[in-house]
């Protein structure tokens, strides 16, 4: 497996590449990552991985110099998984000025995640543009527990017609049923036992939504209701329409529920689509 950490070294490497797929990272691989490179190598011959913790999509109260670096042991990972390169520029490398022109992603990004972390998508939105225009793959796997993101991703690809297919992974999971993710290390040992619960309150509004019950006002209050009880501090639990994250109307059956809450100072999210009856 190669180590880039330079755009012209990158350029170089991948000049005349018949099909690249990108696998966009912060780092800190879990196996939840690793499931985005086996996809990725199921579309393309040639799998980049890119490792940049982004400045620009952390808030003012959020911790960028905290986040987990585990660069060598994300190599022995990705290499095991049949990566064949990773790009891992520094941040003079991917930001060599201060970065005025940014993207503007649309009133959605304001909402959920977006309403708990102002300015997050927009920090995405640009990072994600700037690696597609370094790497120039024909594909790039996102998971879908981050829902919103890559929701905002593909309208972005949409609308700038940028010639890159999205491929959606399925969110991994321990066997209890919560969703993998990088921020699992900081839950103590109660808080890990508790953490599945997250999941379980989602799969229940699942149900009964697929069961018919389309009060959805009472289904989240409920469902808040069942975290606070346990000791979650509830950002969200809402049903929304797949399409557009925004309230669904009233006949429309493609939905997901998302959740977003914290145990302790752990701040987890989860989702699950859901196919509302006719």
Same mark, same amino acid.
């Given at each position: ?46 799998? $980049?991985?890119?490792? %940049? ?30 990566? #064949? ?22 009133? $959605? ?11 997050? %998508? ?18 790039? $796997? %996102? ?17 700038? #017609? ?38 379980? +309150? ?6 009964? $939504? ?17 975290? #606070? ?8 639990? +809402? ?40």
């Amino acid at each position: 497996m190669e180590v880039i950490g330079t755009l012209e070294a990158l350029r170089a490497r991948l000049r005349g590449e018949p099909a690249i797929a990108c696998v966009p990272t912060m780092g800190n691989i879990h196996q939840g990552h690793l499931s985005l490179v086996r996809i990725a190598c199921e579309h393309a011959p040639l799998v $980049v991985t890119t490792i %940049f913790v982004n400045r620009l999509q952390f808030g003012a109260n959020e911790d960028f110099d905290g986040y987990p670096r585990t660069f060598e042991d994300d190599c022995d990972s990705l290499e095991r998984a049949g990566n #064949a390169i990773v790009f891992h520029p520094n941040e003079s490398q991917m930001y060599p000025e201060p970065q005025v022109f940014t993207v503007e992603p649309p009133a $959605v990004a304001n909402k959920l995640e977006g309403r708990f972390r102002p300015g997050h %998508f927009r920090g995405v939105a640009t990072v994600v543009l700037k690696l597609f225009n370094m790497v120039q793959p024909h594909y790039a $796997v %996102f998971g879908k527990k981050d829902y919103q993101q890559i929701s905002i991703v593909r309208h972005m690809v949409e609308q700038l #017609a940028l010639p890159v297919r999205i491929i959606p992974a399925e969110t991994v999971r321990a066997d209890d049923g919560l969703a993998l993710s990088s921020r699992n290390r900081y839950l103590t040992a109660e808080q890990r036992s508790e953490a599945p619960r997250l999941n379980s +309150v989602l799969r229940r509004v699942r149900e009964q $939504v697929e069961a018919g019950d389309r009060n959805f006002e009472a289904i989240e209050f409920a469902a808040d209701a069942e975290l #606070a009880r346990h000791g979650w501090h509830v950002d969200y639990v +809402v049903v929304r329409s797949r399409r557009t994250l925004m309230q669904p109307g009233a006949r429309e059956r493609e939905l997901v529920v998302l959740g977003a809450a914290k145990l302790g100072n752990t701040r987890l999210i989860d989702n699950l689509e859901i196919l509302a009856p006719a």
